[in-house]
């Protein structure tokens, strides 16, 4: 979690330097770190953060409310939520609240969150973590599709089987990078 915290420019780090879109993270506002991640980076949580009042539209259209100068959110906005649910497979969920939605249905509407500011980066920590195994499989099929797609997947994991589904696997202990590929 440390580590996707300074990916996600959530926190800064205290020696080094981390260069993110041709940027010292360590030297901009905080301002300019939520551009950043508002701009360049979706979050998949394991415990989906989802706001529990709002619906499943409302949930994926919170990144659209911290855009630069908060504009409104826009027909084609709400379109794009809605091809988004579609993706995930909620279109016909939209008006539901978080509790009426099973695990993996909440872990696909952050999903559908996560893309809907089309970020060049998606930062997964733990995302089949509190799932079943069919439903699992669906998230990673879903974050599959998304990289061969192009998109970045930085994800952390303790399951060996979803980390061997990686292009690359980086292993960490106590803090430090312990090692790199299959282990």
Do not use: W
């Not at 415990?47 to 826009?74: C, D, F, H, K, W």
């Not at 303790?158 to 202990?173: C, G, T, V």
């Amino acid at each position: 979690s440390t580590l996707l915290n300074l990916l996600g420019a959530l926190d800064r780090p205290t020696a080094g330097n981390y260069i993110l879109g041709g940027e010292d993270v360590a030297t901009l506002s905080d301002d300019d770190l939520s551009r950043i991640r508002n701009q360049k980076l979706g979050f998949i949580f394991q415990s989906y953060n989802l706001i529990l009042q709002y619906t499943v539209m409302e949930n994926i259209e919170v990144p659209l409310l911290y855009r630069a100068g908060n504009p409104p959110i826009t027909s084609e906005d709400h379109d794009r939520c809605c091809a988004l649910a579609k993706l995930v497979g909620l279109e016909d969920r939209l008006d539901h609240r978080p509790f009426q939605l099973s695990g993996g249905q909440q872990q696909r509407v952050a999903i559908a969150r996560a893309l809907v500011n089309d970020p060049e980066i998606i930062l997964a920590d733990e995302p089949t973590g509190n799932l079943d195994s069919v439903t699992g499989e669906e998230i990673m099929q879903m974050l599959e599709r998304l990289n061969a797609e192009g998109r970045t997947i930085i994800m952390v994991t303790h399951e060996n089987d979803i980390a061997a589904r990686a292009k690359r696997q980086i292993y960490m202990k106590d803090g430090r990078i312990a090692g790199e590929g299959i282990f």
